[in-house]
């Protein structure tokens, strides 16, 4: 179902600006990573970091940037 929405989106986005940049934000979907028809409507993918759970802080690969 969501990789149909990108798609009709994506569509849609291009046929009233054909340079338009397609983004999505997959959160937790890694698996569309894995589905082609997914990827050719999209230009970027990005994924958001969980920097909390529970209210307490959670260890990122970014920790030694912010020491």
């Not at 798609?7 to 979907?29: K, R, T």
């Not at 909390?52 to 802080?57: E, I, K, L, T």
Request: proline share 6%; glycine share 2%.
């Amino acid at each position: 179902m969501m990789v149909k929405l990108v798609q009709n989106l994506s569509l849609y986005a291009e046929s009233l600006d054909p340079e338009i940049v397609i983004a999505v934000n997959i959160g937790s979907g890694l698996n569309l990573l894995e589905d082609p028809s997914f990827l050719s409507f999209v230009d970027i993918v990005v994924r958001e970091e969980v920097w909390y759970a529970n209210d307490s802080p959670m260890a990122t690969y970014l920790d030694p940037l912010f020491r």
